[in-house]
T-cell receptor, first 118, second 118 residues
C-alpha cells in the first residue's frame, strides 16, 4: 500500500517569491516513482515533474524542481519565481515500480491550494 | 493531437438513473485510466485498460460501475442506479508504456466529467 501526505491545505505567496510545497510518502515498494501535478480551476491535471526513487539527482523542469530526500521519504516541489498563473491545486502522487511493467494506478495526496498574490 | 477528451463535461441526474461517460485518449496511447475525484480530495484510481483489456479494478469500483474499451480506442464508464455519493469529477487519463518504457509512465489527463446526483 502507498500513502501520500500533503500537510499544507492552502498557501498564499507573493508573486516572484519561491515556494515549497511539502509532500511525504510511505510505501513498501523498493522502487517507486514520484510525480507532481497541477490542477487549475478548469479541472485538467497537468504533469509537472517526475522523480524516480533510483535517480541520483533531484529532478528539475524549468521553474520546477523536486527536493527528494529518500531517507526522510519526502518529495517537496519547489517553484522558483512564482507567477500569478501558478495559482492552482498541486498534487503529489506516487506509484510503485516492479518488473513486468505493472501499472498500479497513481496514489495521490489531498493537494495544496496555492494562491499567488500580486 | 488534441489530448484526452471527455464527454460530457457536466452531467446532472436524478438518483437511480444511469449515466455514461466517454473518454477519447491520445491516439497512440495504449493505456487508459479512470479516476474519481471528490471535493477537497485528490483523484482516486478506479480502473485501467491496456489496449482493450481491463487489467485492474479498484475496490472503489462497485458492481454498479462498469467500464469498457472496445477495440482499444475510446472508453466508456457507466454508472447504474446512481446514488448521491457518486457525485464527483470523473477523470480519464492515458499513457503509452511498453516493456522498454521507464517507470515514469506519465499520465495525460482529460478535463474531467463532473457528475451531480440530485
Amino acid at each position: 500500500a502507498q500513502k501520500i501526505t500533503q500537510t499544507q491545505p492552502g498557501m498564499f505567496v507573493q508573486e516572484k517569491e519561491a515556494v515549497t510545497l511539502d509532500c511525504t510518502y510511505d510505501t513498501s515498494d523498493p522502487s517507486y516513482g514520484l510525480f507532481w501535478y497541477k490542477q487549475p480551476s478548469s479541472g485538467e491535471m497537468i504533469f509537472l515533474i517526475y522523480q524516480g526513487s533510483y535517480d541520483q539527482q533531484n529532478a528539475t523542469e524549468g521553474r520546477y524542481s523536486l527536493n527528494f530526500q529518500k531517507a526522510r521519504k519526502s518529495a517537496n516541489l519547489v517553484i522558483s519565481a512564482s507567477q500569478l498563473g501558478d495559482s492552482a491545486m498541486y498534487f503529489c502522487a506516487m506509484r510503485g515500480l516492479y518488473s513486468g511493467g505493472g501499472a498500479d494506478g497513481l496514489t495521490f495526496g489531498k493537494g495544496t491550494h496555492l494562491i499567488i498574490q500580486p | 493531437d488534441t489530448g484526452v477528451s471527455q464527454d460530457p463535461r457536466h452531467k446532472i441526474t436524478k438518483r437511480g438513473q444511469n449515466v455514461t461517460f466517454r473518454c477519447d485518449p491520445i491516439s497512440e496511447h495504449n493505456r487508459l485510466y479512470w479516476y474519481r475525484q471528490t471535493l477537497g480530495q485528490g483523484p482516486e484510481f478506479l480502473t485501467y485498460f491496456q489496449n482493450e483489456a481491463q487489467l485492474e479494478k479498484s475496490r472503489l469500483l462497485s458492481d454498479r460501475f462498469s467500464a469498457e474499451r472496445p477495440k482499444g480506442s475510446f472508453s466508456t464508464l457507466e454508472i447504474q442506479r446512481t446514488e448521491q455519493g457518486d457525485s464527483a469529477m470523473y477523470l480519464c487519463a492515458s499513457s503509452y508504456q511498453d516493456s522498454q518504457s521507464s517507470g515514469a509512465n506519465v499520465l495525460t489527463f482529460g478535463a474531467g466529467s463532473r457528475l451531480t446526483v440530485l
